[in-house]
């Protein structure tokens, strides 16, 4: 499977910003998709999950803030990030199957 990661940029703190990941290569609908976030110097980290059936689950930090969904195409999935703060600042990735994006920067300035 491969993973294409988009929508990464650099805003003010307060802004929104929504990513965007597509699954390729792939000949089923995935179950669970997700975005990982690694800030520099620090460890890769959990930002939410969203199953086939629309489950989902979130980072603590990002709860109220951000929304993810599954796109009507197959095998797509969004983060929608509202109320940005800078330490959301980091290289946001993509996962699905075990497999992982080129990943997205997220620059938010204070």
């Known amino acids: 499977v491969q993973l294409q990661a988009s929508g990464g940029g650099l805003v003010q703190a307060g802004g929104s910003l929504r990513l965007s990941c597509a699954a390729s290569n792939v000949n089923f609908n995935i179950n669970v998709m997700g975005w990982y976030r690694q800030a520099p110097g620090k460890q890769r980290e959990l930002v939410a999950t969203i199953t086939r059936g629309l489950a989902t689950t979130y980072a603590d930090s990002v709860k109220g803030r951000f929304t993810i969904s599954r796109g009507n195409e197959k095998n797509t999935v969004y983060l929608q990030m509202n109320s940005l703060k800078p330490e959301d600042t980091a290289i946001y990735y993509c996962?699905?199957?075990?497999?992982w994006g080129k990943g997205t920067l997220v620059t938010v300035s204070s």
């Open positions: 996962n699905a199957i075990n497999s």
